[in-house]
Antibody
Framework: EVQLVDSGGGWVQPGGSLRLSCAVSGFSLSNYYMNWVRQAPGKGLEWISYISTSGSSINYADSVQGRFTISRDNAKNSLYLQMNSLRAEDTAVYYC???????????????WGQGALVTVSS | QSALTQPVSVSGSPGQSITISCTGTSSDVGNYNLVSWYQQHPGKAPKLIIYEVNTRPSGVSDRFSGSKSGSTASLTVSGLQADDSADYYCCSYAGGRTWVFGGGTKLTVL
């Protein structure tokens, strides 16, 4: 069974940092592109970051560019999101989302973690 | 990019059909047949129900169908059931390894 488990959320003051993790099982992480998607309280979904299978290709939404860093450790079956210079508007549930298999190009997110709540407040 | 435009809410009675629209631009919906739809129940993670405009993942009911015309995609839910009450989000690939979501539509089955 495919599983993605998000962890690392919590409360942090503005300007602070937090690192999210996404542990996967039931599939080989090295064969899939991965993403982070967030959802502010009562709001819609927002794609924020993408990473290729090897980690050689990375992209970010403008809203987090320069502050967030996506990474992966395929040997540990884990995806990460390092979040620095956090702002109140970064308060959201953060989901890791599985993207395409290595040889496909559906450009959709077929499996999601349960989400990790990040609260940025003084 | 700006979010895709969806109606805030739609409703229908059990057994009826509803359609949710998703309007983008020539840079996203209009440029790629890579629109996906997600169903989200309260407090739960989103679930993929349509990808590549009109393809259902294995296990998704055939009551869900998708289409696209120009820069507007649509999701139709037929034979409405109580459990279809949820939020629905469209999403389009926008090139350059970026994606854009719609603002979401709350479906209420009366």
């Amino acid at each position: 069974e495919v599983q993605l488990v998000d962890s690392g959320g919590g409360w942090v003051q503005p300007g602070g940092s937090l690192r999210l993790s996404c542990a996967v099982s039931g599939f080989s992480l090295s064969n899939y592109y991965m993403n982070w998607v967030r959802q502010a309280p009562g709001k819609g979904l927002e794609w924020i970051s993408y990473i290729s299978t090897s980690g050689s290709s990375i992209n970010y939404a403008d809203s987090v560019q320069g502050r967030f860093t996506i990474s992966r450790d395929n040997a540990k079956n884990s995806l990460y999101l390092q979040m620095n210079s956090l702002r109140a508007e970064d308060t959201a549930v953060y989901y890791c989302a599985r993207g395409d298999f290595l040889t496909s190009s559906h450009k959709s997110f077929d499996n999601w973690g349960q989400g990790a709540l990040v609260t940025v407040s003084s | 990019q700006s979010a895709l435009t969806q109606p805030v809410s739609v409703s229908g009675s059990p057994g009826q059909s509803i359609t949710i629209s998703c309007t983008g631009t020539s840079s996203d919906v209009g440029n790629y047949n890579l629109v996906s739809w997600y169903q989200q129940h309260p407090g739960k993670a989103p679930k993929l129900i349509i990808y590549e405009v009109n393809t259902r993942p294995s296990g998704v009911s055939d009551r869900f169908s998708g289409s696209k015309s120009g820069s507007t995609a649509s999701l139709t839910v037929s034979g409405l059931q109580a459990d279809d009450s949820a939020d629905y989000y469209c999403c389009s690939y926008a090139g350059g390894r970026t994606w854009v979501f719609g603002g979401g539509t709350k479906l209420t089955v009366l």
